[in-house]
């Protein structure tokens, strides 16, 4: 049997599966979420919120239906069980028909502009009504070499090209890891700002400054009109609401570190004074408000190591008795051979390699659809 046709077979089950009274509280909740006010109107909708359901979403006793799938059904052959697992990993995409290719059709995502050559496990009688240059909003899953659509897609007519490119716009910076699928986008983006960073550094003298909160706003935009300048000298500074920066925590803050994070962009650490002070004086953790600060600096997963690096420097000894405090360390604690450690057993992402950008390249058709949609 060809492995799209024992894909179908085996995703057939998995509905049933993720649609046993198991996991009914559960699905339950993602359905009232999706559809607040209780009824279920959109069939391409509801079988993308299944799919979802299915293959991604974690369930609170850990792992997700799929696995749970697996684990329930040991007769799976080692081919099966691997594909049913990598289905976890699903494409999500806004995507325009660029033809069909015998029972495949090829896919070009708006989003992370890859071509996909995707088939169903129908046939190719479930591509008869796509034309070249449609929108389809799917998923797609791999089987062997080949790409499936996951769920019921959704079809538009070529018309809806601009509205669609604005909502793939929306949807690329509200999700860069959809984007830096395409090497060249990641490799882009890191090009960017590795550029980006000597500016900051070339206009402020360092990659981390601290300034009061009341300040972020300035600083910022100082930055993104030097950023602009060097493409277009005459460049006006940014509008401050297209920044995005009237976060309370940093208007409020006594002083806020501006970071440009190397190869991941812009970070604020709120109250970031007094961490500077705990790591002045070690003392000062005996008080709530420092305690808490830095607890909340090393435990944060989405926050660069290198603060704390920089700060330990200063004072190994000084370090050692910061962390044997926090930490509550009775045989104490060594900054030099355990520090390391620490800062990567809480920020597992800048050690993996799966921290990301937080800038993302728009292509032209992108950029200009958002613009348009936020005049």
Excluded at 233 to 260: M, Q
Aim: net charge negative.
């Amino acid at each position: 049997m060809d492995l799209v046709e024992r894909a179908g077979e085996l995703k057939g089950m998995l509905v049933d599966f993720a649609l046993s009274p198991r996991f009914d509280n559960e699905l339950t909740a993602v359905i009232w979420q999706s559809f607040p006010d209780g009824v279920v109107d959109d069939e391409a909708q509801f079988t993308m919120v299944l799919d979802h359901f299915a293959l991604q979403r974690p369930l609170r006793s850990g792992g997700t239906v799929v696995e749970a799938f697996v684990a329930s059904h040991p007769e799976l052959s080692d081919v099966e069980r691997d594909m049913l697992l990598g289905w976890r990993d699903v494409v999500e995409g806004i995507f325009e028909v660029r033809g069909k290719d015998r029972d495949a059709v090829l896919l070009s995502n708006f989003v992370d502009e890859l071509t996909y050559r995707a088939r169903s496990n129908l046939g190719r009688t479930a591509f008869t009504t796509l034309r070249k240059r449609m929108i389809v909003v799917g998923r797609l899953v791999r089987v062997g070499d080949d790409w499936v659509v996951s769920g019921n897609p959704a079809a538009f007519p070529a018309s809806a090209r601009d509205q669609m490119l604005a909502a793939a716009a929306q949807e690329a910076m509200r999700n860069p890891a959809a984007v830096f699928r395409n090497p060249e986008k990641l490799a882009e983006a890191r090009r960017m700002l590795a550029e980006q960073h000597d500016l900051f550094v070339e206009l402020f003298g360092a990659d981390l400054i601290v300034v009061a909160g009341s300040e972020v706003s300035g600083k910022v935009r100082e930055f993104y009109h030097h950023v602009a300048r060097q493409v277009r000298p005459d460049a006006e500074s940014p509008d401050p609401a297209s920044l995005s920066l009237d976060d309370a925590d940093w208007l409020t803050a006594d002083r806020v570190a501006i970071h440009f994070v190397p190869g991941e962009g812009l970070s604020f650490y709120p109250d970031f004074h007094l961490i500077e002070e705990v790591f002045a004086n070690p003392a000062l953790l005996s008080r709530r408000r420092y305690r808490e600060a830095l607890t909340d600096l090393l435990r944060d997963p989405d926050t660069s190591p290198e603060p704390l690096r920089r700060l330990a420097a200063r004072d190994v000894s000084k370090a050692n008795a910061v962390f044997e405090n926090l930490l509550k360390r009775k045989r104490g604690f060594r900054w030099d051979t355990e520090g390391e450690a620490l800062l990567r057993q809480h920020k597992p992402g800048y050690f993996d390699g799966s921290q990301l950008p937080r800038t993302v390249p728009l292509s032209k058709a992108l950029s200009d659809a958002f613009q348009h949609s936020h005049p």
